[in-house]
């Protein structure tokens, strides 16, 4: 009978330990190692379009993904989202700011285009980090050959 307790009480202070590690309600935590294994999972996953992507997760006002690229993307513009890129693997070149060309609607405050006139090139690698406000064209260009594993954090703005 000792012994059961004994192991009951074991049991209990386990997984009273592995509840308290988990974190707070809503806390999440990806590592690097997590983070770069995207590569690898993403890329025999890629469209048409030579991209893949991943949600990870909505929290309240924001979200996070995590995206693929083999090739060029679309130019884009969020009229109420801010992203932020963090990239992982592979380099790109990020094209912001300007006028998006052949401008189209695919969802409410989604705007893609073909790509972006007037704006300013910024060469990205693993570990570089950028912020894009809401309404700012951006596009992101992949020399031939190559790709670019990124970590998105899209910020919903309040509404004016």
């Known amino acids: 009978m000792l012994k059961r307790q004994i192991v009951l009480t074991s049991l209990s202070l386990l997984?009273?330990?592995?509840?308290?590690a988990a974190g707070p309600s809503g806390f999440v935590h990806w590592s690097n190692a997590d983070l770069k294994a995207f590569t690898k999972k993403l890329?025999?996953?890629?469209?048409?379009?030579?991209?893949?992507?991943?949600?990870?997760?909505?929290?309240?006002?924001?979200?996070?993904?995590?995206?693929?690229?083999?090739?060029n993307g679309e130019a884009e513009l969020h009229e109420t989202q801010t992203d932020v890129f963090v990239a992982q693997s592979g380099e790109a070149t990020l094209v912001v700011g300007g006028t998006v060309l052949n401008v189209r609607t695919t969802a409410p405050?989604?705007?893609?285009?073909?790509?972006?006139?007037?704006?300013?090139?910024?060469?990205?690698?693993?570990?570089?980090?950028?912020?894009?406000?809401?309404g700012t064209p951006h596009q992101?260009?992949?020399?031939?050959?190559?790709?670019?594993?990124?970590?998105?954090?899209?910020?919903?703005?309040?509404?004016k």
């Open 43 to 71: 890329a025999p996953k890629m469209n048409a379009q030579k991209m893949a992507s991943e949600q990870l997760g909505k929290h309240g006002n924001h979200s996070f993904m995590v995206a693929y690229r083999g090739a």
């Open 15 to 20: 997984i009273l330990t592995s509840l308290k």
């Open 140 to 159: 992101l260009m992949i020399d031939g050959g190559k790709h670019f594993t990124y970590l998105v954090l899209k910020i919903d703005q309040p509404e």
């Open 109 to 134: 405050g989604e705007i893609r285009g073909s790509g972006i006139q007037g704006g300013e090139s910024k060469k990205l690698g693993a570990g570089d980090v950028v912020h894009i406000p809401a």
